[in-house]
């Protein structure tokens, strides 16, 4: 049975070895944006960029089955329940692969039936390739929407640091092949598009591989273990997260697809550089964090309460450094911009200011709700995606109101701030034992 000292051990290998993995895929993030946008120019950098975060609609899609499959498997390994880990594991592959087929078949119908050059405000002319490239791009991201569940797997063996591991060696395929794609003179937006998309694939079918032959035989799934009830289950848990995770996605999908049809897809570059820019505080907040959500789980079912008071002191110290840090990211953001990307795009002051403000919003709620999502406390957090209703006619608003990007920003910001308030208030009544109505699981 895990005791106190192990849980944080554990916890702490994670840490140090994530420090380390997430340093590198950020340093590999870095290099991807000047490089690609050598490779595409501004405004079909703009382009992709926009349909990445389309393409982030289906890695949502699976109705929240893997942060339900991490909870799940942490518990049945706490319990040391092996055939219900594995029936688990089996269950989210077989539902997984339900949900991405049709899902597959719609929108290739849809790519290739519907205006996609009138969707994305660009002239055939641009990107005459750009049918096709949706077409592969959707088709690759499909089938990693599947074999992604091992990032998941990991997280909830508490060994978050493999999954930010696969994320990374994925990068580093995109890297290597942009470069190569770059130097040849073979850099085109279908090549690029099949570089972001097949690289993290490979990725995930080689550590299948590792994973179920090598590591973990006992936890192979099998289709003799697909139990249609455990995947029900373990749906009615994800379809909390599910509508959490899509509530983000559409505030972030949605930024770039208004910025590029009211503005123009060039200006989702600047934008999306600052948001990377800042966003390195998002990794680093994540990287010391996460670990604490599976851990919280396992100490939450032995009534380690003491535990988790600890860990929520030492996340108070990391939230505190990274608002110094977030300080610091916006004073030096200029000479960063100009060592980093040069010329090739200018990325104004306010326009990073607002972004960091916005992120920090953010990692102070979520610092709450990785405690909460461990627990399985998500009835609060679900009722709190209504601001997503209010966030689109708002920002469509600011859109046909101004040629300002920095109101959209704000509304942004206004949006997340009551979720952050929520979460705080119902960590300490749990914690607290004073939890009733809305505020219990």
């Given at each position: 049975m895990k005791d106190n000292s192990q849980r944080s051990k554990l916890l702490y290998k994670n840490i140090i070895a994530s420090i380390a993995i997430k340093g590198y895929a950020a340093i590999i993030s870095l290099m991807l944006v000047p490089l690609t946008l050598n490779c595409l120019g501004t405004l079909k950098n703009g382009v992709w960029l926009t349909i990445s975060s389309i393409l982030l609609w289906i890695d949502q899609m699976d109705i929240g089955l893997g942060n339900g499959l991490r909870n799940r498997l942490?518990?049945?390994?706490?319990?040391?329940?092996?055939?219900?880990a594995r029936q688990t594991i089996s269950s989210t592959i077989a539902m997984l692969a339900c949900i991405v087929l049709p899902l597959l078949i719609v929108l290739l119908l849809l790519t290739m039936n519907t205006d996609v050059y009138g969707f994305l405000n660009v002239i055939p002319e641009e990107i005459p390739e750009l049918r096709i490239a949706l077409v592969y791009a959707i088709s690759f991201v499909c089938l990693t929407f599947v074999m992604k569940f091992i990032g998941n797997f990991y997280m909830g063996m508490q060994l978050p640091a493999v999954s930010n591991l696969l994320i990374s060696l994925g990068q580093t395929i995109i890297l290597?092949?942009?470069?190569?794609?770059?130097?040849?003179?073979?850099?085109?937006?279908?090549?690029?598009?099949?570089?972001?998309?097949?690289?993290?694939?490979?990725?995930?079918?080689?550590?299948?591989?590792?994973?179920?032959?090598i590591q973990f035989p006992k936890l192979r799934p099998s289709f003799r273990l697909i139990n249609l009830r455990s995947a029900l289950e373990l749906g009615n848990l994800g379809l909390k997260f599910f509508w959490i995770q899509i509530a983000s996605v559409i505030q972030f999908m949605t930024t770039n697809i208004l910025i590029s049809k009211f503005y123009t897809p060039a200006l989702v570059t600047p934008y999306q550089i600052a948001y990377r820019y800042i966003s390195l505080s998002m990794v680093l907040f994540t990287i010391l964090c996460m670990p604490f959500w599976n851990a919280t789980t396992d100490a939450y079912e032995r009534k380690d309460i003491a535990w988790i008071r600890k860990a929520n002191q030492k996340m108070n110290w990391m939230v505190a450094g990274i608002?110094?840090?977030?300080?610091?990211?916006?004073?030096?953001?200029?000479?960063?911009?100009?060592?980093?990307?040069?010329?090739?795009?200018?990325?104004?002051?306010?326009?990073?200011?607002?972004?960091?403000?916005?992120?920090?919003?953010l990692i102070m709620s979520m610092r709450y709700?990785?405690?909460?999502?461990?627990?399985?406390?998500?009835?609060?957090?679900?009722?709190?995606?209504?601001?997503?209703?209010?966030?689109?006619?708002?920002?469509?608003?600011?859109?046909?109101?101004?040629?300002?990007?920095?109101?959209?920003?704000?509304?942004?910001?206004i949006c997340v701030a009551p979720s952050f308030f929520a979460n705080m208030i119902q960590f300490h009544k749990i914690l607290n034992g004073t939890a009733t109505g809305i505020w219990k699981k």
């Open positions: 942490a518990i049945h390994i706490a319990h040391q329940e092996i055939k219900e290597i092949v942009t470069w190569l794609l770059y130097v040849n003179g073979k850099a085109t937006f279908l090549s690029i598009a099949i570089a972001n998309t097949a690289s993290p694939l490979i990725i995930y079918f080689i550590a299948y591989t590792y994973t179920f032959y608002t110094l840090l977030l300080l610091i990211m916006i004073i030096a953001s200029p000479w960063v911009y100009q060592v980093w990307i040069g010329d090739a795009c200018q990325v104004s002051i306010g326009i990073t200011t607002m972004v960091a403000i916005y992120n920090l919003l709700a990785y405690f909460l999502n461990g627990v399985g406390a998500l009835r609060l957090q679900l009722y709190m995606t209504v601001m997503t209703i209010i966030f689109i006619p708002s920002v469509y608003i600011v859109c046909t109101k101004t040629d300002n990007i920095l109101w959209l920003i704000a509304v942004m910001c």
